[in-house]
């Protein structure tokens, strides 16, 4: 399995404080997550792409650049890159460019983003949103996999004898992961390419998300790419540690109480209660997130979000300190015990490039 943390990038007051931090200093704080991920053993770093305030994430291709040339090891990913308003030519652009710059160590996921004036930004129709993931991912698929491409839809001026450059390093391109919170249709597109599908996970029951991963799953088998169990799971998950659960709580329910996305609404322990947030010790985490597994089954990657609403970059390093050192050990160990063998790694370059060179027999 694969570990790591992805962020949303928002920029928000410390409310212990009243402090908010600038766009600068946010922007640099992001890196410096990133670098202590790689310097605590996780394996994936993955930034979210938004366009508006009070978020700075509006360029990853150029954040992930600069930290893959700072790194050595770390996966570098999106969460989400904007099928929607994006150009499909330009993502297969500049993500090859950044596969080869990180000599591999890239992937993406797919989503629509939750901000709905991003749309009309960009000159798209937010109504046209599903259609337009449907159709952008179509012709990004064939963009990365065909030398020379000739392709006419709804939503874009046609190509004629089109070459991506750069190609995909070693011909393989950058592993896809699909991004839902709410839709099927998304979990089907994931599972009629072969793709990855990653379940938010953050601010639903477990319920809901388990009927978006079997759904995939099922759809995968069918599509003939494996059994339900071999489907590539990502699922995603909030989490603030302290060495008891007491001071964890006191700490971090400030920040709770006030965030943009879920401050003034329930409590945090009915929030703790009802979705995977998880406030406490390290012994906590573990135990919360093992029981993922028993709920959508074995999957390949954990991400965590852990520095919105707020919290200092201080808090931040120290919460990667504790989950590098006293959580992700345990759960590489435990959710290896009892893997079926016919359950598949997360895929990586190295990987992808193994298969494509075994089907080809060279």
Do not use: C
Not at 184 to 199: L, N, R
Not at 312 to 325: A, H
């Amino acid at each position: 399995m694969q570990f790591g943390i992805f962020t949303v990038s928002d920029v928000t007051t410390d409310p212990t404080t009243g402090r908010t931090p600038t766009e600068a200093e946010r922007i640099k704080a992001m890196v410096a997550i990133a670098l202590k991920a790689e310097e605590v053993g996780l394996d994936v770093f993955a930034t979210g792409e938004h366009h508006n305030p009070p978020f700075v994430a509006s360029s990853p291709t150029t954040m992930l650049g600069y930290i893959a040339a700072r790194t050595e090891r770390l996966i570098l990913s999106t969460s989400t890159t904007l099928i929607t308003t994006n150009d499909p030519v330009k993502i297969a652009e500049d993500f090859a460019m950044l596969q080869h710059l990180s000599d591999g160590r890239v992937d993406l996921m797919m989503g629509r983003g939750n901000t709905g004036p991003v749309y009309p930004w960009f000159g798209k129709d937010i109504r046209d949103g599903i259609p337009l993931a449907i159709e952008n991912y179509s012709l990004l698929h064939r963009l990365w996999r065909e030398p020379v491409v000739d392709w006419e839809g709804r939503f874009r001026t046609p190509l004629q004898g089109y070459t991506s450059t750069p190609a995909p390093l070693d011909g393989v391109p950058p592993f896809v992961w699909h991004g839902s919170i709410r839709s099927p249709e998304i979990a089907e597109q994931a599972a009629y390419y072969g793709d990855g599908f990653f379940a938010n996970n953050i601010f639903w029951p477990k319920e809901h998300y388990q009927r978006l991963i079997s759904l995939y799953r099922r759809r995968y088998a069918h599509y003939g790419h494996g059994l339900p169990e071999e489907a590539i799971v990502g699922l995603g998950g909030q989490v603030f540690m302290r060495k008891n659960s007491q001071d964890a709580i006191r700490e971090f329910r400030p920040y709770f109480d006030n965030a943009p996305v879920y401050g003034h609404g329930p409590s945090l322990e009915e929030f703790m209660a009802e979705t995977p947030l998880t406030v406490g010790s390290p012994d906590q985490v573990i135990e919360r997130t093992l029981k993922f597994r028993e709920y959508f089954g074995d999957y390949q990657r954990q991400l965590f979000l852990m520095d919105h609403a707020g919290l200092p970059l201080k808090t931040v390093l120290e919460q990667l300190d504790i989950l590098g050192e006293e959580v992700v050990p345990v759960l590489r160990k435990e959710f290896a015990v009892g893997r079926p063998a016919n359950v598949p790694d997360a895929p990586t370059h190295q990987s992808l490039l193994a298969k494509a060179t075994a089907a080809v027999g060279v």
